[in-house]
Every structure is written in C-alpha cells, then in structure tokens.
C-alpha cells in the first residue's frame, strides 16, 4: 500500500446535501476499493482564483488515504464521471505504509475528533502603558553648564 492525498473541489453554488453526497461516494470509493482513508478535511466554499467551467466558487476537500494504485485510478476515473466535480488532484506521499502506524494515526484522530477543544485563556489584565521618563540633558549642554576648572598659572 501506498500513502496519498487526494483534493478535489466540488461545485460552489451546490446545496450542502450534494456536497455531503460526494464525500460519502468518494469515501466509499476508497475503501471499497481496498483502501483506508486515514483523515477527511473539509476546506469549505472558496473563491476560485479563475473561472472553472464557469464557476466563480468552489468547495474544497481532501482526503488523506492509503490505497494502491488501482484505488487511485478508480478514485480519478469517479472524479472524471461526476459532473459536480470541477477540479481534483491526487498526490503519492510514500512508497510504503506501516499499517500499525497508520491504524495509531486514525485512532488519534478520531480521539482528538471527539475531546472538547479547551477553552481559550482569558485575556490577561492589561496594564496602563509607564509614562515616559524625564529625558536626560544632552552631554554637551550638561558639559556646558559646568565650568571646567583651568589649571593655575605658576610665576
């Protein structure tokens, strides 16, 4: 098995239960072909950086997965079918995957899933900026101010 990450942009102007209905297929898709899908990030609705198909807006996911190669071809081959579908790429991470780790992966994620995120801090109480020191006189006007001393004359 292989390591890869999948993103692919669905439609903007899609209602959220057509959005929903795309993860579930390409969720599907990638463990009934023999894969495991490790993590699923939803990046939302974006603006596009130029047109696609028409579309100003997309909603961007990605799937982070380990598969083998015909999961990837059949996962790309789904992604060409769906016309919901406006962009996808799909990269190789690794070569080889520790199933072990990868099971510890998905059960840390799924545990960090389900505990309550903590609480931000309170602010802490600002303090009033100090107010600024008298400033100091310059050397050379301290220096003038004193006399110097002139050394006696001898006769």
Known sequence: ?????????????????????TIDKFSRIISSAGGT???LDDWGRRKLAY????????YYLLADFAGTPATVK?????YRIDDRIIR???????????????????????????SPEPEPAPPAAETAPAPPEPAAAP?????AAEPTPTPAKED
């Open 139 to 143: 050397p050379e006007t301290a220096a």
């Open 74 to 78: 059949e996962l790309e081959r789904n």
């Open 88 to 114: 996808y790429h799909t990269v190789k991470k690794s070569d080889k995957v520790n199933l072990e780790a990868l099971q510890a992966e998905i059960a840390a994620r799924a545990q960090a899933a389900s």
């Open 1 to 21: 098995m292989r390591r890869y990450e999948s993103v692919w942009v669905v439609q903007g102007d899609l209602p959220d239960e057509d959005v929903k209905s």
């Open 37 to 39: 899908l490790v993590g």
């Open 51 to 58: 047109k696609i198909k028409g579309a100003t807006r997309g």
